[in-house]
């Protein structure tokens, strides 16, 4: 009688059924799949040693991080004895310097940003605006939707807003102004979601 021998199976062919019969599948060829990716911080560090206080009216201003927005805590100087339009005018000035800085060493760190341009400027109404205006030195359907955002959500929590929290905007021209509100949408997703506005007119 002859025995006959099996041919031995291969190393591979062998391994691969082990793997399979401990409940792990064997891969063929190797796989990567590149660095793990970054992830935003969108938070600041604790403070660290105390810092003398400024002086001036507490508010707070809308940065970008990621795909939001986000606010942090400034202070702006508003005139003595500033009533009406002219505090008005004089908070938002203050709130479009903060807005247009480059955010601190923290806030960079952070991931912060801005896309308030630095040129931009605000002035009182003309004389057939509604009461509350503000004129920008550039219009707002000129700004990108993240400029747009930050100004309109900014000023929304502040002195420069109307009672109801709405902002209303004009530029530099002839042109109608706006009235602008800042929802929960264009703080989650500004890029994609431009405050919700309408057009006003008289006083």
């Given amino acids: 009688m002859t025995v006959r021998r099996l041919p031995a199976l291969p190393v591979l062919a062998v391994l691969a059924l082990v793997l399979t019969g401990c409940g792990i599948r064997a891969t063929e060829v190797p796989t990567d799949f590149g660095p793990a990716p970054s992830r935003v911080r969108c938070s600041l560090a604790e403070p660290g040693a105390a810092t003398e206080p400024a002086t001036g009216l507490d508010v707070r201003v809308y940065l970008l991080c990621g795909s939001s927005l986000v606010a942090v805590d400034r202070t702006v100087t508003v005139p003595d004895g500033a009533d009406g339009a002219g505090r008005r005018v004089s908070v938002a000035a203050g709130l479009l310097d903060e807005l247009s800085a480059p955010p ?12 308030v341009p630095g040129s931009i400027t605000v002035r009182e109404p003309r004389g057939d605006d509604p009461d509350g205006t503000l004129r920008l030195s550039v219009a707002p359907d000129a700004l990108t939707s993240y400029a747009l955002a930050q100004v309109v959500c900014t000023f929304a929590e502040s002195a420069a807003a109307e009672d109801d929290g709405s902002v209303i905007l004009g530029g530099p021209a002839e042109q ?6 800042c929802t929960d949408e264009v703080r989650s997703r500004p890029g994609s979601n431009e405050p919700p506005s309408r057009k006003v007119t008289g006083n």
């Avoid at 601190?104 to 896309?115: F, H, K, L, V």
């Avoid at 109608?176 to 509100?181: E, M, Q």
């Fill in 176 to 181: 109608t102004p706006r009235r602008y509100v």
């Fill in 104 to 115: 601190s060493a923290a806030e960079t760190e952070a991931r912060y940003t801005t896309d």
